[in-house]
């Protein structure tokens, strides 16, 4: 039974004689049972047409007999006859007498299968045009009247908006032509247009000329935002004045003008390992041209978007190795957001898998503990990441010949702090400062007069090859003024980075 009351009566029967459908008729009478927009049109016309006649939501069950079948059927009759046309007030939207939510449905249905998405719950997002502002005013003017001649009040925000009815009717109906699968959140947007109409709104830009703006995004000034605006500034007396009442009658409906779906961003995380020496960690590009033909990011990145049939992906990682710069041990945390997902989620052994095409795709690198995460655990893998500490193992050459002995007072220097100003080889891209590190402690391993090998333990973003080679006096103190001779690095190896994710997953 629909929740309609006898004080409805005068707002009922104003409505149906203006031209209204039976579900703005629900909606003017501000019922926001969400299940009373969802029965069938027929059953709704019956209900309203006996709402109007005088049967109360108490009296509205019908005798035994044929007399209660004919008094239906003339019922149905009655407001059929008042819904031959095209609603004035939501200009087919909520309709169905000629099936314009079902062709909907079926536009909507057609394009999420396209693009065989897999979600579970399902979100309708819809735009109108702007002139249903101005018809909905008009109505809601045409009601208020009445209803202050019988000693009543209708406040304009007690109305159930159109957007609203329309995902209470449409969402469900959607959701079960495609039968939900996997686990998250899909958003299917709706944009209406309805050419017939779009003159409702121009008479506002002569009444509240301030409120409509040319933009450069917007390609017509009656924006809905901007009809709202103008709605609220203008008087009953004006508006009536210069707009229809009730609103004219369309001889069309409203058309979905544009279907897009998008599925909410899945996140994924693991540690990689990188064993070549000439692979940046993204794509190197100068000047617009590309300088490697591969990175660690698209290496990783191409199997694991045609895996989640994902649009798009942004990639983040525990601080970044240089090009020449191996990563080994556990490898780095590495993080990706995948855009507008086709596939949401992957079994284990999925992921598994996945990881293993990754690891055989390439040898420059390698992927563990592959999983899929929340937006919330990303978070974890930057959380005090200065205070974090890294290991390395550098390849350290000395312009004179040294002994064994004369490197090993290195071993004993513990918590070593450094003041690093900005290295010359980044300066384009990071600004001017000095930033104190410190070296936690170091090991040293003597291979012949002129090189050495260096294990370090430093806290995270403490620049190695700059504290070996000193980078012209920019780091103080470093290698060369410890050993008091030029020093450089050959090679360097990132042995560990100290992060605690992602949770580790066993082989």
């Known amino acids: 039974m629909l929740p309609l009351k006898d004080g409805d009566k005068p707002v009922v029967h104003k409505l ?56 239906d059927a003339a019922a149905e009759v009655k407001v059929e006859e008042e819904e031959s046309g095209v609603c004035v007030a939501c200009l087919g939207i909520l309709q ?10 079926v536009c909507i249905a057609e394009r999420v299968k396209e693009g065989e998405y897999e979600f579970d719950t399902l979100v309708l997002s819809v735009s109108l045009p702007a002139q249903l502002c ?31 009815a329309f995902k209470w009717i449409m969402q469900g109906l959607v959701a079960k032509e495609l039968g939900g699968v996997a686990v998250s959140l899909f958003e299917v947007s709706v944009e209406f247009t309805h050419p017939e109409t779009e003159a409702d709104c121009h008479f506002l830009a002569s009444t509240c000329g301030d409120c409509f703006k040319p933009t450069k995004n917007k390609q017509s000034v009656f924006t809905r935002m901007a009809v ?7 008087s009953d007396a004006v508006f009536l004045k210069h707009y229809a009442f009730p609103p004219p009658r369309p001889s069309s409906s409203c058309v979905p003008r544009d279907v897009q779906c998008l599925h909410a961003s899945v996140f994924i995380a693991g540690r990689y390992n990188k064993f070549c020496r000439s692979l940046p960690q993204t794509p190197w590009l100068i000047d617009g041209e590309r300088r490697m033909e591969s990175s660690v990011e698209e290496l990783i990145a191409a199997p694991v978007l045609s895996s989640f049939r994902a649009a798009g992906f942004n990639f983040s990682s525990s601080g970044r190795e240089d090009v020449d710069v191996r990563t080994l041990g556990n490898g780095r945390p590495f993080a990706m957001e995948l855009l507008n997902p086709h596939r949401s989620k992957l079994s284990r052994e999925e992921m598994k898998q996945l990881q293993e095409t990754i690891n055989e795709s390439s040898d420059k690198i390698r992927v563990r ?52 100003k900005t290295p ?53 103190p470093n290698m060369s003024a410890l050993l008091k001779m030029d020093t450089d690095i050959l090679e360097l190896d990132v042995e560990s980075v100290d992060v605690d994710w992602p949770p580790s997953i066993p082989e």
Request: glycine share 6%; hydrophobic share 35%.
């Open 16 to 71: 149906l004689s203006s031209g209204c459908c039976a579900r703005c008729v629900l909606r003017f009478c501000c019922v926001s049972v969400q299940a009373a927009y969802r029965k069938p049109p027929q059953e709704l016309r019956v209900f309203i047409s006996n709402t109007e006649n005088g049967k109360s939501r108490q009296s509205a069950t019908h005798p035994p007999g044929a007399a209660a079948a004919e008094g």
């Open 96 to 105: 169905e007498l000629s099936g314009p939510n079902q062709a909907v449905k």
């Open 134 to 164: 101005v018809r909905e005013h008009s109505c809601w003017l045409h009601v208020k009247k009445e209803l202050r001649e019988k000693s009543s009040a209708l406040g304009k925000d007690d109305v159930v908006p159109v957007k609203e």
């Open 228 to 234: 709202v605006k103008a709605l609220e500034k203008i």
């Open 369 to 420: 503990d592959l999983q899929i995460v929340s937006r919330e655990a990303m978070g974890r893998m930057k959380e005090g990441e200065e205070a974090k500490t890294k290991s390395y193992t550098a390849l350290v050459w000395t312009q004179k010949a040294i002994q064994s002995q004369d490197i090993a007072f290195i071993d004993g220097i513990k918590d070593l702090t450094l003041d690093q």
């Open 424 to 476: 010359l080889r980044v300066l384009h891209r990071r600004a001017l400062a000095v930033r104190q590190r410190v070296v936690h402690r170091m090991n040293t391993r003597y291979l012949d007069p002129h090189h050495f090998h260096l294990e370090l333990k430093t806290q995270a973003g403490t620049y190695i090859k700059e504290f070996v080679h000193g980078d012209f006096g920019r780091t103080k």
